[in-house]
Each structure stands twice: as structure tokens, then as C-alpha cells.
């Protein structure tokens, strides 16, 4: 057995188990880079991903030209953005500097930027298609929060049963809700309305998955928080075949859609391909998750 700690950027991983290919060979060796270079020149996590913020919405800025050299520029703008959401990440795990403001900043930072897409999108394409246009952005863009929200919830799911607390994000309403009860309007307003947001969030995504959260619950109350291991083993072996699907709802395929559709001159197939393929993605996601949590769930009731 092998067990040498993973060094240089696979160190810096959340797991090979949750990572894409593109991620592995691409994302995380460039972002790797980035997160050395800005560890020595004393940058913060944050200030990475503010910065992928404004770099990935002059993307959004690109696309509204019909001009395939601007549009191949919004390509780079919006590859460069991903590369430093990986750097901010790595760093925050290179040095220790995770935080829940850095949980929050990193998962709006992709709404930044596809907003700034769907925006620029809509604007190109609403000479020839009016509101029908508008409509269908908005259809995309609700359906790509549940999509990327969800794969990010069982992805961490996988995570924390794979790594425990400490390799995992994931939290739940109740834990937030009494956090976000402890901090005043008046003195942080900024903290106070991102910890809202992600209550919220948080909210939805267990909204959807009820069967889940029996399992969790019982883990939480019944185990005090520390699943068996023969519950650990057997989670992995079930939910690592359905790691593809949280991933393809995340960032990679729906971006290689986008440059497609938007270097020929169609990005109406964006929306499309948002709507359809991805949601067919996502119904089947959460249906082979809840099927095999609830399967846990009665497991775990009775061992």
C-alpha cells in the first residue's frame, strides 16, 4: 500500500475521487501555479476570487459581440477566471486559510460571471428574438443554479464521508441559521447579507433532497456526527460512479457548450442545451442519490 502524501499541486486537491479530467490536467496544475505566485507576493484567497469575479464578467462582456476574435477573447477571459477559482481554493488549503466569507465569495463568483454572460447573451440576440430570448434565458439560467447547486451539494456529501469534516463543506441549515442569528445588521451588514444568501442556499439544496437528509440526520443524532466505517466504505463504493453527473453539472461541460455555440455563432444552444440536456442530467442525479442515501438511511436505522 501506498502511503506517501500526494505532493506539488495534488497536494493541493480536494480529492481525485471529485475531480474532472480537465481539472486534473488543466484547471488545477495552472491554478496551482497562480497560488504559488500569489502566496509569495502575500495575496489572499479572497482577493483571488474578487479578482475571478470582475475577469470572468468581462467574458460576460466579450460575448455580446457577433465578432469570433472578441468572442475567442471572452474564451481566454473566462478560462483565465477558472484558473484563479481553482488558485483561490488551493491556496485557502495550501495555507490555511479557509472561511465561510471565502465559502460564500467562491460560490458567487460563478454567478458573476454567467450572469454577465446571459446579460450579454440576451442583448446580442434581442434584435431578432425580443422576449422570447429573455425568457429563455431566465429558464437557463434558474436551471443552472439548481444544476450547479446540486452537484456541489452531493460532491461534498461524497467528501465529507470520504475525508470528514475537515475535507468537506458541507453544512446544513439549522448549524447556519443560529450562526446567522448571532451576527448584527448594524455592525457587519456585509457578512450578515452573504451568510443570508448562503442560508438560504444551503436551504434549497436540501430542499430537494429529503432522503438525504433522513440519512444525515441519523448520522448527526443517532452516531453523534461520526459515521461508522463500514457506512464510509460502502458510501464511497456507491456514490463514486455517480461522481461524473455532479461534475458535468458543474463548470466544464457547460463551458465547452458555450464556446462552441458562441464561436459559430449560435448561442441560443447554450440556453438550450441548459435547459434539456443538463436538467435531464440533474433529475437523474438527485433521483440515484436519494434511491441510494434512502437505502443508508434504513441501514443505519437498524445496524
Not at 167 to 184: H, M, V
Not at 262 to 275: R, T
Given at each position: 500500500m501506498n502511503t506517501e502524501k500526494p505532493s506539488g499541486y495534488k497536494s493541493t486537491l480536494k480529492s481525485e475521487d471529485t475531480e474532472e479530467f480537465i481539472d486534473i490536467y488543466f484547471y488545477r496544475p495552472i491554478g496551482y501555479q497562480w497560488a504559488l505566485f500569489f502566496k509569495k507576493i502575500g495575496v489572499s484567497p479572497n482577493q483571488i476570487t474578487i479578482a475571478s469575479i470582475f475577469i470572468g464578467m468581462a467574458s460576460g462582456i466579450c460575448f455580446y459581440f457577433a465578432d469570433f476574435w472578441i468572442n475567442l477573447l471572452g474564451v481566454f477571459f473566462?478560462?483565465?477566471?477558472?484558473?484563479?477559482?481553482?488558485?483561490?481554493?488551493?491556496?485557502?488549503?495550501?495555507?490555511?486559510?479557509?472561511?465561510?466569507?471565502?465559502?460564500?465569495?467562491?460560490?458567487?463568483?460563478?454567478?458573476?460571471?454567467?450572469?454577465?454572460?446571459?446579460?450579454?447573451?440576451?442583448?446580442?440576440?434581442?434584435?431578432?428574438?425580443?422576449?422570447?430570448?429573455?425568457?429563455?434565458?431566465?429558464?437557463?439560467?434558474?436551471?443552472?443554479?439548481?444544476?450547479?447547486?446540486?452537484?456541489?451539494?452531493?460532491?461534498?456529501?461524497?467528501?465529507?464521508?470520504?475525508?470528514?469534516?475537515?475535507?468537506?463543506?458541507?453544512?446544513?441549515?439549522?448549524?447556519?441559521?443560529?450562526?446567522?442569528?448571532?451576527?448584527?445588521?448594524?455592525?457587519?451588514?456585509?457578512?450578515?447579507?452573504?451568510?443570508?444568501?448562503?442560508?438560504?442556499?444551503?436551504?434549497?439544496?436540501?430542499?430537494?433532497?429529503?432522503?438525504?437528509?433522513?440519512m444525515l440526520q441519523i448520522i448527526r443524532v443517532q452516531y453523534k456526527g461520526m459515521a461508522p466505517e463500514w457506512f464510509m466504505k460502502e458510501f464511497r463504493h456507491k456514490s463514486k460512479p455517480l461522481l461524473p453527473y455532479t461534475n458535468m453539472l458543474s463548470f466544464n461541460?457547460?463551458?465547452?457548450?458555450?464556446?462552441?455555440?458562441?464561436?459559430?455563432?449560435?448561442?441560443?444552444?447554450?440556453?438550450?442545451?441548459?435547459?434539456?440536456?443538463?436538467?435531464?442530467?440533474?433529475?437523474y442525479m438527485i433521483y440515484k442519490y436519494e434511491k441510494i442515501n434512502n437505502h443508508f438511511r434504513k441501514k443505519l436505522e437498524y445496524s
Open positions: 473566462l478560462v483565465w477566471a477558472n484558473s484563479y477559482d481553482s488558485a483561490d481554493g488551493q491556496l485557502a488549503r495550501m495555507t490555511n486559510q479557509k472561511s465561510a466569507l471565502g465559502r460564500i465569495l467562491d460560490g458567487a463568483c460563478g454567478d458573476f460571471w454567467f450572469a454577465s454572460i446571459y446579460i450579454a447573451i440576451v442583448l446580442r440576440l434581442w434584435p431578432q428574438w425580443s422576449f422570447p430570448i429573455l425568457i429563455t434565458a431566465l429558464v437557463a439560467g434558474y436551471s443552472h443554479s439548481k444544476q450547479a447547486a446540486m452537484g456541489d451539494y452531493f460532491r461534498n456529501i461524497h467528501l465529507l464521508f470520504l475525508k470528514g469534516k475537515n475535507g468537506s463543506e458541507l453544512d446544513n441549515s439549522a448549524d447556519l441559521r443560529k450562526k446567522y442569528s448571532g451576527i448584527s445588521w448594524t455592525k457587519q451588514p456585509f457578512i450578515k447579507f452573504f451568510e443570508l444568501l448562503y442560508l438560504n442556499y444551503t436551504k434549497g439544496q436540501e430542499k430537494w433532497t429529503p432522503k438525504t437528509q433522513q461541460l457547460r463551458a465547452i457548450v458555450l464556446f462552441i455555440s458562441v464561436l459559430v455563432g449560435i448561442p441560443w444552444i447554450y440556453f438550450a442545451f441548459e435547459i434539456s440536456v443538463m436538467n435531464i442530467m440533474l433529475l
